[in-house]
């Protein structure tokens, strides 16, 4: 697509279940971040993929959160036994390469209720 | 990891008004971003620095790339209501030891009254 594209926008999930939220690149993107937004806050590094490879997974918050990244494209970030805590937008980038400008997506809005 | 210090934190404007923010760090960046966030969006960029001393405008924007390159600044002219919103720099994370990780300024928030 000619956009990062996000989905879903919205989810709503009881405390405990697992959520899983994707993240389609823009089209030869090599580079892909995840970030986390609290409510009027600033950008929280999660993760990023150069390739399939995601060589640092210090800023994960917790063993809950794993991301992974296939065929260079798609990636799906997955929050187990979801905590209310985990309530955010959750906002994905791409880019050319490491380093470079990235592009972001409208974000999933993640409500823990 | 490095760490980018933004201020103003927010700023109230009347419509017309320049305003200027920047952006700091300890620590040497070899690419400055400078991003926007209106509500409910993801992160617009704006403009895009990668040599010490660049100055690049975008229509009203401004932004010039420091000559120690630990600092970047944004200006915007003849402010208008649509500048609402929230302004980021970002610059890759070069003491990430794994890599470049893109990294954010905790933002400047602007308001603009008419």
């Known amino acids: 697509g000619a956009g990062v594209s996000q989905s879903p926008s919205n989810k709503v999930t009881e405390k405990g279940k697992d959520v899983e939220l994707r993240c389609d690149p823009i089209?030869?993107?090599?580079?892909l971040y995840w970030y986390r937004q609290s409510l009027g806050q600033g950008l929280e590094f999660l993760i990023y993929?150069?390739?399939?490879?995601?060589?640092?997974k210090s800023g994960l918050p917790s063993d809950r959160f794993s991301a992974e990244r296939t065929g260079g494209s798609v990636s799906t970030l997955t929050i187990q036994r979801t905590q209310q805590e985990d309530s955010a937008v959750y906002l994905c980038?791409?880019?050319?390469?490491?380093?470079?400008?990235?592009?972001f997506g409208q974000g999933t809005r993640l409500t823990v209720v | 990891g490095q760490q980018l210090n933004q201020s103003p934190q927010s700023m109230f404007i009347q419509e017309g008004e320049d305003v200027s923010m920047n952006c700091t760090s300890s620590?040497?960046?070899?690419?400055w971003l400078w991003y926007k966030q209106d509500p409910g969006e993801g992160p617009v960029l704006l403009i895009a620095?990668?040599?010490?001393?660049e100055l690049t405008s975008n229509g009203r924007l401004t932004a010039q790339f420091g000559i120690t390159r630990k600092d970047s600044f944004l200006n915007i002219s003849a402010s208008i209501p649509s500048d609402v919103g929230i302004y980021f720099c970002?610059?890759?994370?070069?003491?990430?030891?794994?890599?470049?990780?893109?990294?954010f300024g905790k933002g400047t928030t602007l308001s603009v009254s008419s």
């Open positions: 620095l990668y040599k010490a001393g």
């Open positions: 993929f150069q390739g399939n490879s995601a060589p640092d």
């Open positions: 970002a610059g890759p994370d070069s003491l990430n030891q794994a890599g470049t990780a893109l990294i």
């Open positions: 089209s030869g993107h090599t580079a």
């Open positions: 980038a791409s880019s050319p390469r490491l380093g470079a400008e990235a592009f």
């Open positions: 620590s040497i960046f070899n690419t």
